[in-house]
């Protein structure tokens, strides 16, 4: 008895000059592409540490190739902040839209993520001039407090644009169940401002400061993937050897 195979997928035998044709049942490997969507935990933990912080924000990413995912977050922000001269309330939605690449190698059947993005920020919100205080060099009063007035003024229809560069991880826990981290660097490109005063807090983008464009945050994620369909992986065995030819 003798065999041959000619290629991956028939398996030639020949047994007393008879031959047979036996189809080979190994599956060819497949990678698992589908949407990934969920929370950010930061949030509502900030909530319980913060009186003045109210947010939520939905997370989603969406693998377009082995190693590229589309990502997006949404979400919505009201804080107040209490400056020296201001005590304003800013709240509004925001959106950010980018790409993340995974710079890990998994194993087959993981998507685990280390990975490096960036994205392009948008908030639409409102700002409420609760009470400000007259700024004066002479500090010696009687009564400081006759300094200070309430206003209550609404300047709504505000904007900002901004760019972010994203680090970091997501590892699934369980099945299809992923949990993430990353921080965030934030480029203010340009924001419409009340009149009278600097916008100091912008949902999705954060504190802002008097001196500087730039700022930071982070995010602390669990998502679910939802599996759509799935592309035939290659054996590095298999790519090195078309490589060679």
Known sequence: MSYAQEGSEDLTIVKDEAEVVVKDTIAPSKDSYG???????????????EKDYQG?????????????YLAAELGNEKKTVDDDQLNFTTEGSYI????????????????????????????????????????L????LENPDNLE???????????AHWIEAVAGIKVELYNNIYLGFSVRLNRL???????????LFIPGFNKV?????????????????????K???????????????
């Open 96 to 135: 950010k839209v980018g790409f993340d690449f995974n710079a890990y190698e998994n194993w087959f059947g993981m998507q685990n993520s280390i990975f490096a993005g960036l994205r392009y920020g948008y908030s639409s919100h409102k700002q409420t001039l609760n009470s400000y205080r007259i700024y």
């Open 189 to 199: 490109i340009s924001t419409k401002e009340p009149d009278n005063f600097q916008n």
């Open 137 to 140: 060099n002479d500090t010696h």
């Open 56 to 68: 939520l924000e939905v997370v989603a990413d969406f693998r377009i190739t082995k190693k590229f």
């Open 35 to 49: 949407l990934r969507i969920g929370l950010d935990l930061s949030k509502p933990i900030r909530m319980l540490l």
């Open 231 to 245: 592309k035939a992986k290659k054996k590095k065995e298999e790519a090195t050897e078309e490589e060679e030819k």
């Open 149 to 159: 007035f309430v206003s209550g003024t609404e300047f709504s229809s505000l904007n």
């Open 209 to 229: 400061t008097t001196d500087s464009n730039v700022g930071a945050g982070f995010n602390y994620t669990i998502t679910y993937s939802i599996p759509i369909y």
